[in-house]
C-alpha cells in the first residue's frame, strides 16, 4: 500500500489498521473495523487466491470496501469477474477515464499490466462506473448493494490534477450509510 494512501485515509478522518493481505476477515472485523481498503500492488490478480475468497467473505458481511489498481482488480475477482493481461498496460500520468454516472471525465495516473473483463457471470450487484477513454478498459466498478466500489487508476497520485481524491470522502460516505442503514 502507498504511503500517500494511508495518508488520504486518515485526512478522510479514517483510523487506518494495516494487516498482512491474508489475515482472515473475521479477525480484522472482531478488532473492530468498520471498512476494508483494498490496496494496490504489483502482479497478476488472479494468482491472488486468498484476496478472492477475502472479497467473497466480505460480500457475505457486507462490509464497505474500497479498492486501487489491484484491489479494484481483486474485487472484481471475488465478485466473479475475471481478469487479463493487457498487452501494454497504461503507464503514467494524463489518461482520461470517463465516470459513467456523472458523464465526468478525470485525469488520471495509471500503471497496472492488467485488466477487468466485463462478464456476464459477475455478482448481479457488481456494475462498470469508469471506463478509460484511450482503450476504453474497465476503470471501476460498484456494487451498491454491498457497500463496495474500486478504480482501476491511482487517485492517491496527483502529480497535477485531483480529479480523483473525492474517492476517498465516497469511501468514508459509504461506511456512514452502512452504519445508518445496518445499525453498525
Known sequence: ??????????????????YPAKTPLADVLKEGAKGIFLSNGPGDPDAVKHGRD????IAKEGVPTF????????????????????????RGANHPVK?????????????????VRESDTAHPAARVTHLNLNDGTVEGLAAPELFAFSVQYHPESTPGP???????????????????????
Do not use: W
Not at 1 to 18: A, D, P, Q, Y
Not at 54 to 57: A, C, G, R, S, Y
Not at 106 to 112: D, E, F, L, W
Open 67 to 90: 479498492g486501487i489498481c489491484l484491489g479494484h482488480q481483486i474485487l472484481a475477482l471475488g465478485l466473479g469477474a475475471s481478469t487479463y493481461k493487457l498487452k501494454f498496460g497504461p
Open 1 to 18: 500500500v502507498k504511503t500517500n494512501i494511508l495518508r488520504l485515509l486518515e485526512s478522510h478522518g479514517f483510523n487506518v489498521t494495516v
Open 54 to 57: 477475502l472479497v467473497k467473505d
Open 99 to 115: 465516470d459513467l454516472h456523472s458523464g465526468t471525465i478525470a485525469i488520471t495516473t495509471q500503471n497496472h499490466g492488467f485488466a
Open 162 to 184: 485531483h480529479d480523483s481524491l473525492h474517492l476517498f470522502a465516497r469511501f468514508a460516505a459509504e461506511m456512514e450509510r452502512f452504519a445508518a442503514e445496518r445499525g453498525a
